[in-house]
């Protein structure tokens, strides 16, 4: 690696502006974002995102390192725009977020082990509202709380399913009856959200300050305002919300910060990271959580309009497994090669450039390609693309690094060249049931959706304090085009029921909750963890 210095002068800023953390990362300052991007954005951004993926991942963030790497090779300022990862999927199933083989962001072991701390922060300005909370009952409940009504939960980032639902203030006693409470993993915590939509220290305050945590006895919300642990809070997050520079591994810039999920929240990096790359850059490759019916449609509808961020081109990543497991292959032969289940999943991929298209924006289809594809299935795929006149690429980028993603550059430039602008689904202020209506019938072809008696009942109360504007981030399965994770393919004319509705006040937006979701998940039955070690020289091995 090259010292980070280097790449911060890359992107045209001083080192001695930026913040040292380690010897490997800076942080950018907040004032320094907002100087820079102050001016008309310069960058265009690229999303990128997927078919729906198997529960292994297709590839996305190896392919969002490389396409930025083969920018770089091909004379162009790049960056690479990643969230970061959080411990759950680092010692759960799915292994860490920094890339892998010839495309990664180093070093790799400091972003997959918490990076900077800032998920740190967020669990502890979280965990100090429950405090407060639980704190200002305990001490006369002046402003009449219900107790019995709690939105907020608890924070923790690792995968506990044995805290999804648990029971304070045990011990009883009558200033201390027991109450019922539960924990979300931090990327779950609608801090995670604030810190990656937030645009400066002051939007940070007033966003964390009207957070809802539950109700008055009459009926009135309760905010973190209200608690005055507002600026507490916010003094916790100072550093959390400076955007993290790091490198790649052939020294393309990387700005590695912020972490909401995407079937839960809007699933990419932090406002200030994007809009730093754009200010600074040719390409700001941005990756999108999950698939197009989620990490796509999220950016473009919610991150969109409150940030006021355009996409210019997008990268589909697909994959020869993703198209056998969606063509009816079973997990046990999802490496053996089978062409005419290809065929049989490409259904699902048509369904994600739909998606792209409707939401305004032109793919680029990378096939992520594997050591067992073969020329048939590949083949197959391409001409797939051919025959709807679609910008196709494929990319050996986990093998080869930045020369194995040339292809998609190539293509990614073409596509970027037509002036495109990404476009909402709906407009503002367009109703709850509307905007739901439009996403299930749009984006995951389905025929429309049934409210629930108990979140009919919490929309109307919503509604009362008013509390309905903005986005809705729908919180569904990334394993299904359909609420259903058993459903391969591209379901149609299915009906998906929201089970309930929260209100994220200081994010923006409403999330509507489709099939069972937990926000705490739990770890699989082999997770990664046992295998993660520390040797006696203090070098960590093991992590995907």
């Keep these: 690696m ?36 102050g001016g008309p954005p310069r960058g265009k951004i690229v999303l990128v995102t997927a078919m729906t993926p198997t529960k292994y991942g ?3 963030t190896v392919t969002s390192i490389a396409t930025a790497m083969a920018l770089r090779r091909a004379g162009h300022r790049a960056v690479v725009c990643l969230r970061q990862p959080s411990l759950g999927p680092v010692f759960g199933i799915k292994g860490g977020a920094a890339g892998g083989g010839q495309a990664t962001v180093e070093p790799q072991d400091t972003i997959n082990l918490g990076l900077t701390g800032d998920l740190d922060a967020v669990a502890a300005a979280h965990n100090l509202i429950s405090a407060m909370f639980d704190n200002h009952l305990f001490h006369g409940n002046a402003l009449g709380i219900d107790g019995a009504i709690r939105l907020w939960p608890r924070a923790l980032d690792v995968e506990d399913r044995g805290l999804r639902q648990v029971v304070t203030s045990a011990q009883g006693g009558p200033k201390e009856p027991p109450q ?18 937030a645009q400066d220290y002051a939007d940070l305050r007033e966003r964390i300050g009207r957070i809802l945590l539950g109700y008055r006895t009459n009926g009135e919300p309760v905010r973190v305002a209200d608690l005055k642990a507002t600026g507490a809070a916010c003094a916790l997050l100072r550093f959390a919300l400076e955007p993290n520079l790091l490198q790649t591994t052939d020294g393309t810039p990387a700005l590695v910060h912020g972490g909401p999920f995407a079937n839960i929240a809007h699933g990419t990096c932090s406002r200030l990271s994007i809009e730093l790359g754009q200010a600074t850059s040719d390409y700001c490759v941005v990756e999108a959580g999950f698939a197009t019916d989620l990490g796509a449609e999220k950016f473009v509808d919610i991150v969109g309009p409150l940030t006021g961020l355009s996409v210019a081109g997008a990268v589909l990543v697909a994959t020869v497994r993703g198209l056998r497991w969606h063509g009816g292959v079973a997990d046990a032969q999802l490496n053996l090669p089978d062409t005419e289940a290809v065929g049989r999943g490409l259904p699902n991929l048509e369904q994600h450039v739909l998606n792209l298209r409707t939401l305004g924006i032109e793919p680029v289809v990378v096939a992520n390609r594997f050591p067992g594809d073969t020329p048939e299935e590949l083949g197959r795929l391409k001409t797939f693309c051919q025959d709807r006149n679609l910008a196709y690429a494929e990319s050996t980028a986990y093998s080869d690094g930045a020369s194995g993603a040339e292809q998609v550059a190539a293509r990614v430039m073409e596509v970027c060249a037509r002036g495109g602008r990404s476009q909402p689904l ?24 049934s409210v629930s008696a108990e979140a009919k009942e919490t929309l109307a109360t919503l509604r009362r304090i008013g509390e309905t504007g903005g986005p809705v981030c729908v919180a569904k399965t990334p394993l299904s085009l359909s609420d259903d994770p058993t459903v391969r393919g591209r379901p149609k004319d299915f009906v998906p029921v929201v089970r309930r509705f929260t209100r994220s006040a200081g994010a923006g937006f409403t999330v509507a909750y489709l099939g069972e979701i937990q926000t705490m998940p739990g770890l699989p039955r082999r997770p990664l963890a046992e295998q993660i070690d520390l040797t006696s020289e203090g070098r960590v091995v093991g992590l995907l």
Excluded: C, H, W
């Design 180 to 197: 019922k409470g539960s924990f979300v993993i931090t990327a779950a915590s609608e801090i995670t959200a604030v810190l990656g939509l």
């Design 2 to 37: 090259q010292p980070v210095g280097n790449v911060a002068s890359e992107l045209g800023m001083s080192p001695r502006d930026l913040r040292p953390y380690r010897d490997e990362v800076l942080k950018v300052p907040v004032s320094l974002v907002r100087s820079l991007a």
């Design 426 to 449: 709906y407009p503002p202020e367009t109703p709850i049931e509307e905007i739901l209506d439009r996403i299930v019938r749009k984006i995951y072809g389905g025929a429309g959706v």
């Design 58 to 60: 297709e590839g996305k």
